[in-house]
Structures are given as C-alpha cells and as structure tokens.
C-alpha cells in the first residue's frame, strides 16, 4: 500500500510537470474558469479541523494551506474565497464546480485520481498512530490487527485501517473527535496524519505518538478532470512558490522546531 501510494503520486508528479513545460505563461486571466462567482475568485473548499493545515482561529480558517492559497491567489491575481466543509464532500464540491479547488492535507492517491486531478505535490505528510500514554495495547503498526481504530471519515487513515486485518473502524466527522474518543478508551489507537497528530497531542494530556515511520504521502490541490487551464496556472505558480522559498517559509511559520 505504501509503496502503491508513492508511485502514484510521483507518476502524478512526474506527469504534472511534463504537462508544465508544455503550457504557456497566460496567468492573466482565469475569470471564465469560476463558473459560481463569474469573477476572479479562487473558490478552495477545506474542511478547517486539521492544524497546522487549517483550522479555526477566531472564527476565521487559517493555516498552512489557507497561507499557500492566498499566495498562489496574488501570483494569479485572483481573490481567495474558502468553503468550509466535511471533509468527505471535498471532492465532490470541486467535481460539481462548487469549489475551484479542494486545499485540505489532501493526499494524492490512485483512488482519488479516478474522479479528480491533483496539480503538482506542496509537501510531504506521513500517517501515524496515536495511542494512550498508559495502557495500550498498541505498540506499534503489527500490533493493529484486530483492534479498533478511530479515523477521520473518508481520510487516508480511514483507508488504511480499513485494510487492517480484522480491525474495527470507528470514524469520525473530525480528527478531534476520535482523539476523544481514545482518550475514553472507547478506541485503541486513531490513525491519522502526523502534524494534526503532533498538534493533538500537545493540546491533550496523556497521549503519546509511536514513533515508527508509517504511511508515506503527499499532499497536493485536488482540481476537477475539466479544468487543466487553472491547473497548470496552479502549477506554475507552485513552482514559483517553492524555487523562491515562500512555501518553505510558511511551512515554517506553523511547523517550526519550537511548535513542537
Ligand atoms: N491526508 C489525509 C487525506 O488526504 C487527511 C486529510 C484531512 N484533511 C482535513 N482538512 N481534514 O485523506
């Protein structure tokens, strides 16, 4: 599973910028590919319970993605609109037209490829697992046969604990939820991406992630199959993004050595 993943997201990569250096440089003018608002409105449908990536600040979306979205907006002189939703609806929001794009921690995989696009990766990601500090069961990822797992719905950690041997899947509408829930011992163990993970367990008490390296991704904008124009502006302006460092640096700005 692991290695199937990755090779699709660098076949994804690889095609990605092949696509890339045959598309022109007309970043100007994207107002016809907004169906919704008919202006220069870059719609990115999120789902805001996945720090650093996004989440909720004063009543406002915030995070890795919201940072990277607003500035590939300025490079294509487009204005940032965010659709706050259930992460199970990402896609089919961006495949209806409803959202321009889905920015969300989203991992590239061949499933996800079936029904949508993903422009060029932004980062990598890894899944790990979460269990409680005292008591568990769950030492690392052989132990996870048959126990009960706690995921986001519709998550790539939702993916992989249900391909776990005799493991019962619990799913949650939020990541904090099955947090919760594996602080009741209502679960054994929550599979989820491992900077949300970080995050979780600073903000709860008596929660521990095992170190081992699991599940490999990488996360890019999922865009719909019919509208490779945005996507390659998208991508161009990625790739300005990362060569002049400003993905780094945002990156940086929530992840840095002392968030941990
Ligand atoms: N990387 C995982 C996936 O693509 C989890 C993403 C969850 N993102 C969120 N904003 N809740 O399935």
């Given at each position: 599973?692991?290695k199937k993943?990755?090779?699709?997201?660098?076949?994804?990569?690889?095609?990605?910028?092949?696509?890339?250096?045959?598309?022109?440089?007309?970043?100007?003018?994207?107002?016809?590919?907004?169906s919704?608002?008919?202006?220069?409105?870059?719609?990115?449908?999120?789902?805001a319970?996945?720090?650093?990536?996004?989440?909720?600040?004063?009543?406002e979306?915030?995070?890795?993605d919201?940072?990277?979205?607003?500035?590939?907006?300025?490079?294509l002189?487009?204005?940032?609109?965010?659709?706050?939703?259930?992460?199970?609806?990402?896609?089919?929001?961006?495949?209806?037209g409803?959202?321009?794009?889905g920015?969300?921690?989203m991992?590239?995989?061949?499933?996800?490829l079936?029904?949508?696009?993903?422009?060029?990766?932004?980062?990598t990601?890894?899944?790990?697992?979460?269990?409680n500090?005292?008591?568990?069961t769950?030492?690392?990822?052989?132990?996870?046969?048959?126990?009960t797992?706690?995921?986001?719905?519709g998550?790539?950690?939702?993916?992989?604990?249900s391909?776990?041997e005799?493991?019962?899947?619990?799913q949650?509408?939020?990541?904090a939820?099955?947090?919760?829930?594996?602080?009741?011992?209502?679960?054994d163990?929550?599979?989820?991406?491992?900077?949300?993970?970080k995050?979780?367990v600073?903000?709860?008490?008596?929660?521990?992630?095992?170190?081992?390296?699991?599940?490999?991704?990488?996360?890019?904008?999922?865009?719909s199959?019919?509208?490779?124009?945005?996507k390659?502006?998208?991508?161009?302006?990625?790739?300005e993004?990362?060569?002049?460092?400003?993905?780094?640096?945002?990156?940086?700005?929530?992840?840095?050595?002392?968030a941990?």
């Open positions: 599973m692991t993943i990755l090779a699709i997201a660098l076949t994804a990569a690889l095609s990605c910028t092949a696509l890339l250096a045959g598309c022109g440089g007309d970043t100007e003018n994207t107002a016809e590919t907004n919704t608002t008919g202006g220069a409105t870059l719609t990115m449908a999120t789902n319970e996945f720090p650093p990536y996004e989440y909720m600040e004063s009543n979306v915030v995070g890795i919201v940072d990277i979205a607003q500035a590939i907006c300025d490079k002189g487009m204005t940032l609109a965010i659709d706050n939703i259930a992460f199970d609806s990402i896609i089919p929001a961006v495949q209806s409803k959202a321009d794009v920015i969300a921690g991992t590239v995989t061949e499933d996800r079936q029904s949508i696009d993903f422009t060029d990766p932004y980062t990601a890894t899944q790990v697992i979460i269990v500090t005292e008591g568990s769950v030492a690392s990822v052989d132990d996870l046969a048959g126990k797992i706690g995921v986001q719905l998550t790539t950690g939702d993916i992989y604990a391909d776990v005799g493991a019962t899947v619990e949650y509408q939020k990541g939820d099955a947090v919760q829930a594996l602080k009741q011992n209502k679960i163990c929550v599979i989820i991406d491992s900077e949300p993970a995050a979780f600073a903000a709860n008490e008596g929660l521990t992630i095992l170190p081992d390296p699991f599940e490999e991704e990488e996360y890019a904008i999922c865009i199959k019919d509208n490779s124009e945005l390659d502006k998208i991508n161009t302006a990625l790739s993004l990362k060569a002049d460092g400003t993905i780094d640096s945002i990156v940086a700005k929530y992840i840095g050595s002392d941990e």
